[in-house]
């Protein structure tokens, strides 16, 4: 599978917040984030290694299934996702550790032009799997390497069902040495269309971050100028006070600018993509409509919920449910 033809997450996530714009997050309960784009909740600890791990798993997986028990699965090999993270700087054991604590947070999401995300996780388990990875002429020294299979939380599914996709390598962002700025590069990438003159510095650290002030602010400031080098090779360019996106030609950069893909038919890839859409074990269903039955966690949508860009839901990808009260 080419890598332009990969999701690697959705818009409402970095537009809502859902991962605090810190690499060390606190653990938060009961706390409503509320921007103009929505607003989002997490009980637990998401923070920038957390969205690294989660779009990490959704870039590198081999095969999307449907399992026996009726969920949307990944087949991952996690070597893959060790070295798109920080270019492997970080063990395996710590990659567990991060995934294990995406399946212990329970987000909620609200905003006007996706629906209602209620008590649901983004993924809700890993397991490894009988298959081994394809390595041919290489050595495992540390014993038999196998591939992990990770279920997906409605939430994700839910996204992936309503959401507009965004295509690019996460592995560029994972390399920033600060969350705030991978947090601004995620943003920025949720935008295809520039505000004339770009954006203000301050702008954008309380777009990720919310209000801040005297030496909170300073330090973000100087954080995200000391990661300009690595913006730049992503496509982000800080001039004085002024933040902008740089359209760079083909290849000239380390990912794509266009993290939004524009061609026709970009919102069948993913789950129910040709080729790529096989069973892991049992038969397989003709969509995800068994994933969607599945209660817990609970996702609903608002009544009528708006379609993708297409004007239509995503092939392969039934809605997770109906209903949902108000905030």
């Known amino acids: 599978m080419a890598e332009r033809d990969r999701i690697t997450t959705t ?12 690499q060390r997050p606190i653990a938060t309960r009961g706390e409503w984030v509320e921007t103009s ?18 779009e990490a798993l959704l870039f590198v997986a ?11 699965w990944l087949l991952v090999d996690p070597a893959k996702v060790r070295r798109r993270i920080a270019r492997g700087q970080h063990s395996t054991a710590r990659i567990q550790e991060w995934v294990a604590e995406l399946m212990q947070a329970v987000v909620w999401i609200r905003a006007a032009s996706l629906g209602v995300v209620e008590e649901s996780a983004l993924l809700s388990d890993r397991q490894d799997a009988d298959h081994l990875p394809d390595h041919p002429g290489k050595v495992v020294r540390s014993g038999e390497r196998r591939l992990w299979r990770v279920r997906l939380g409605s939430a994700t599914v839910f996204l992936l ?9 996460p592995g560029p962002i ?9 947090a601004i590069a995620r943003h920025v990438l949720t935008h295809k269309v520039l505000p004339v003159g770009g954006w203000t510095v301050d702008g954008l650290i309380g777009a990720v971050a919310g209000p801040l002030a005297g030496s909170d ?10 990661d300009a080098e690595g913006l730049g090779a992503i496509g982000v360019s800080i001039d004085g006070d ?47 409509e068994a994933a969607a039955q599945v209660k817990t966690p609970a996702v609903a ?17 039934a809605p997770v449910g109906a209903g949902g009260g108000q905030p």
């Open 161 to 169: 069902q309503h959401d507009l996709p965004l295509s690019y390598d």
């Open 301 to 317: 949508s608002e009544p009528n919920p708006p379609q993708s860009l297409e004007g239509r839901a995503r092939p392969g990808l």
């Open 217 to 226: 602010r300073r330090n973000a400031r100087r954080n995200l100028r000391a």
């Open 62 to 72: 081999d095969e999307w299934a449907i399992g026996e028990d009726g969920g949307a």
């Open 242 to 288: 002024r933040v902008t996106r740089v359209l760079q030609r083909p290849g000239s950069v380390l990912q794509r600018p266009g993290g939004v893909p524009q061609r026709p038919g970009v919102c069948r890839l993913g789950p129910g993509r040709s080729g790529s859409f096989r069973p892991l074990q049992g038969p397989e269903p003709a969509t995800l």
């Open 11 to 22: 818009l409402i996530p970095a537009r809502v917040r859902l991962f605090q714009p810190t």
């Open 37 to 54: 784009w929505g607003r989002c909740r997490v009980d637990g600890r998401l923070g920038q290694r957390h969205a690294d791990v989660y």
């Open 174 to 182: 994972t390399q920033l040495a600060h969350g705030i700025s991978q």
